[in-house]
């Protein structure tokens, strides 16, 4: 075996994690330990020369020469939770999918791949992707450049019921909400910011003038999140409902709920959040009698208005 080789296998030895000990590659390959020392030298210096995110390390504890690395690493867990997350979300197609998925396994031993692949395999095979069926994953990114350079676009937009209309607007922020990405952007003919689904989005150019937005008028997705529900928008209220289901449930889907009041014997609590009140509908009146929406009084009356129109449906 040549040198050349020899440094090869080494090398291959190490980025499999392997703690290769001098005097046993000597033995080996039958050659002076001074050999080896020179091939790890120079394996050392190529590593460095191509900026590569591991480094050649002696660890005394192990007595040998290992690879170590100041990035940190996406762990197995981390990979399947990332790959179940996206696969409950059905936000991609199945090309869309597959290709993320493949990259994300990439990223570890084949060993470790194959402990994952029989863990995912059964819902890869029955994933059912959105009705758009849409490649999202390129305008995600482009959009995501929009945002940083806070350029202004135009752009044609398909609405609810298949009309597609011309909007002027800056991108602030993407969210990820019930299935869809949202490009929440500030429209200056509303002076508002807006909710635009991205598989939605037909067509986009640059805008001929540009819309400005100092950093105090900066939009705040962290924020958002705290008080909105499958991304409906409306008015911001101080909600408070008395819930006999179970209540960490209402309090996950409220982050900044908290519990007023326990009642023992009715069996119930009053929680009180922040939400937008068209979001909030949604929910509680998915969770039925558990729910009896008790604050503001505006609230109130249309949640009851709600209600009735629902009953209606039943008296015909």
């Not at 929910?283 to 039925?288: E, I, V």
């Amino acid at each position: 075996m040549n040198s050349a080789y020899r440094q090869l296998t080494i090398f291959q030895r190490l980025t499999s994690q392997q703690t290769l000990i001098k005097a046993d590659l000597a033995q080996e390959f039958g050659v002076d330990p001074r050999a080896i020392q020179r091939d790890m030298s120079q394996i050392k210096q190529f590593m460095a020369d191509q900026q590569l995110a591991e480094h050649l390390t002696f660890s005394r504890k192990l007595g040998g020469y290992r690879l170590s690395t100041d990035q940190d690493v996406l762990s197995n867990q981390t990979i399947l939770v990332l790959i179940k997350v996206l696969l409950a979300s059905r936000s991609l197609n199945k090309s869309e999918l597959n290709r993320s998925i493949n990259g994300l396994l990439s990223l570890i031993k084949i060993n470790d791949r194959q402990k994952i692949e029989p863990l995912i395999k059964n819902e890869i095979f029955h994933y059912i992707p959105l009705q758009h069926q849409k490649n999202i994953l390129n305008s995600i990114w482009q959009f995501s450049q929009f945002i940083t350079k806070k350029q202004t676009l135009t752009i044609q937009y398909q609405r609810q019921h298949g009309e597609i209309v011309e909007r002027t607007i800056l991108p602030e922020a993407i969210i990820f909400s019930e299935y869809y990405f949202y490009v929440i952007s500030y429209n200056a003919r509303y002076q508002n910011s807006l909710f635009y689904r991205l598989d939605r989005i037909q067509d986009w150019h640059p805008a001929d003038a540009q819309i400005q937005r100092s950093y105090a008028q900066r939009f705040e997705e962290g924020e958002l999140r705290k008080t909105i529900q499958y991304m409906q928008p409306g008015k911001r209220i101080t909600l408070q409902f008395e819930f006999t289901g179970i209540v960490e449930a209402a309090l996950d889907r409220f982050p900044t709920a908290k519990i007023k009041t326990r009642s023992p014997k009715k069996g119930s609590v009053l929680i009180e959040a922040e939400a937008f009140d068209k979001g909030a509908m949604m929910w509680l009146l998915s969770q039925g009698a558990m729910v009896k929406v008790v604050a503001p009084q505006s609230f109130v009356d249309l949640y009851k208005a709600e209600i009735r129109k629902m009953n209606a449906w039943y008296l015909e």
